[in-house]
């Protein structure tokens, strides 16, 4: 059976009440897979969603990371503080903080190496512009983003990490990438990691689509062979949708 990850990033969008909410709902559904679902929420949010969480199998997490334990990083939240609230995953170099925040592939594979060492799972994202893609050059701006990323990580750890391929061009926006579009991306991405590593790394790496998955579509990107979940924004905010996609991937 196919390893499936469903994670909910729930962007800068919710407050306590509606987040509450949204886990109660969530919960209600008696989902068989709980523990192939997890919610990345905003730090404001991560206590109250553990707390709501409680006795349930679904991970919960964080969208960012500092690298650094600790120290004069105003504004910023470190790996142990993460640690101390008991989440499970943390997304890493979405690229909405690759492109308003600076975040490079240096501080990408700095926080994916942090995270490792305290045990949370990372959620590295990659992904190409519209213009890349436009221009062919896809493939080697996802391989140059990988090599970079997973620089001095060991493949035993390596083996640990969920990539979430998002084309930019994807994200929000409504245009899904097409089922072969994703796959045939995310098959890349695994002989790329097979290519740094070995192959059996490469075969056991889960490998997610994001952009604009949603109830209606969620089906046909699970489906194909490389596609081990999906990382997902808009449809993530409201229960009901997410649940659809939870079952659907539990429905494989
Ligand atoms: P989307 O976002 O599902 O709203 O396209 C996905 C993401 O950015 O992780």
């Known amino acids: 059976m196919k390893k499936i990850l469903i994670a909910g990033n729930w962007k800068m969008n919710k407050l306590s009440a509606d987040a509450e909410e949204f886990i109660k709902e969530l919960r ?8 192939d679902i997890c919610i990345l929420a905003p730090f404001t949010l991560i206590a109250g969603v553990g707390e709501a969480l409680e006795g349930s199998e679904i991970g919960f997490g964080a969208q960012n990371v500092h690298f650094e334990e600790s120290g004069a990083f105003t504004g910023e939240i470190s790996v142990p503080m993460l640690k101390e609230l008991g989440v499970t995953h943390c997304i890493v170099g979405h690229s909405e903080r690759r492109e308003y925040f600076n975040e490079t592939d240096d501080t990408v594979n700095r926080k994916l190496m942090a995270l490792l060492a305290a045990g949370i799972t ?16 896809e493939q080697t701006f996802v391989a140059g983003q990988l090599i970079a990323d997973f620089s001095g990580i060991s493949a035993s750890d390596a083996a640990k990490i969920v990539i979430a391929y998002e084309p930019i061009w994807a994200i929000g926006t409504g245009r899904t990438a097409t089922p072969e579009q994703a796959e045939e991306m995310c098959a890349f991405i695994r002989g790329v990691l097979s290519g740094i590593y070995d192959m059996a790394t490469g075969d056991s790496l889960m490998i997610l689509y994001g952009g604009s998955m949603k109830p209606g579509n969620a089906k046909e990107l699970l489906e194909k062979p490389d596609i081990n979940g999906g990382l997902i924004g808009g449809a993530s905010l409201k229960a009901d949708d997410f649940a659809a996609i939870a079952e659907a991937a539990a429905s494989l």
């Open 28 to 35: 209600a559904k008696n989902l068989p897979n709980e523990k």
């Open 122 to 137: 990372p959620i590295l994202c990659v992904g190409e512009s519209l213009e890349v893609r436009e221009g062919g050059g």
